[in-house]
């Protein structure tokens, strides 16, 4: 299937032919219309198989097509594991933002931290982030997630592995929870941790499961 059936914006069409990606992988089918219609989504799909685009690009479209509910804070959250998989997702969405107006900032530990405060004074529309450094700026207050649109939790259960729980939680209490919208991906989604979380934090999911069984 090619990503124009998907119900994209003309303009992400136009990136993609770029990066010369025409047709969609089976998560990016499944979850790329569901996530544009507003709907909450808990996915998974084997590495390598395209999750990165399957959530940055509805949240392009959001930014696109939506009106924002504030004009501060950040609009999109995008939350992984390490400081590598951030990069790489912040990398992507660089490329894909590219000529956009829509600011992005990179928060993981590692990294000075009153950088990263200047950073988020500037209203970023999209931050990607490890969740123990952006908690630490929550309780900072360098930033407020009061306009947050999407939460969007990429390797879910690596985070819960690496006891990033507390975070988590933490970060999506502070967030608007009813207008939020939240995709969470895992390699499983049968994991107890994972399903505790996504009762939590999702509001009448739709589960996609590729390849495997859910
Ligand atoms: P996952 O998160 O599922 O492990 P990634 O999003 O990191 O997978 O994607 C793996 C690789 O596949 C990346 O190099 C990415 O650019 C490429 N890719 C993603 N979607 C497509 C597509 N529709 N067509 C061709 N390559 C793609
Ligand atoms: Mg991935």
């Not at 989504?41 to 395209?50: E, H, M, N, P």
């Not at 939790?153 to 939240?182: K, S, Y």
Request: glycine share 6%; hydrophobic share 40%.
């Amino acid at each position: 299937m090619h990503f124009k059936d998907l119900g994209l914006d003309q303009r992400l069409l136009k990136k993609l032919s770029h990066m010369a990606f025409s047709q969609a992988t089976e998560i990016q089918q499944q979850a790329i219309p569901v996530a544009i219609a507003g709907k909450d989504l808990l996915a998974s799909s084997k590495t390598g198989s395209g999750k990165t685009l399957a959530f940055l690009l509805p949240a392009m479209q959001r930014m696109y097509r939506g009106k924002p509910f504030t004009k501060r804070d950040p609009r999109v959250v995008i939350l992984t594991p390490t400081r590598e998989l951030a990069k790489q997702v912040y990398a992507q969405l660089r490329t894909l933002n590219a000529g956009t107006p829509y600011d992005s900032t990179l928060i993981v530990g590692g990294e000075n931290f009153n950088d990263q405060v200047k950073a988020l004074r500037n209203d970023p529309m999209f931050v990607v982030a490890t969740p123990g450094r952006l908690a630490d700026h929550l309780e900072h207050r360098s930033t407020h997630l009061n306009g947050l649109e999407m939460l969007i939790m990429d390797e879910a259960d690596r985070m819960l592995d690496l006891g990033f729980a507390p975070e988590l939680r933490q970060i999506h209490q502070a967030a608007d929870h009813r207008r939020r919208q939240t995709l969470m991906f895992s390699a499983t989604l049968d994991d107890p941790e994972v399903i505790d979380i996504a009762s939590e934090m999702l509001n009448d999911p739709k589960r996609i499961a590729v390849g495997h069984a859910a």
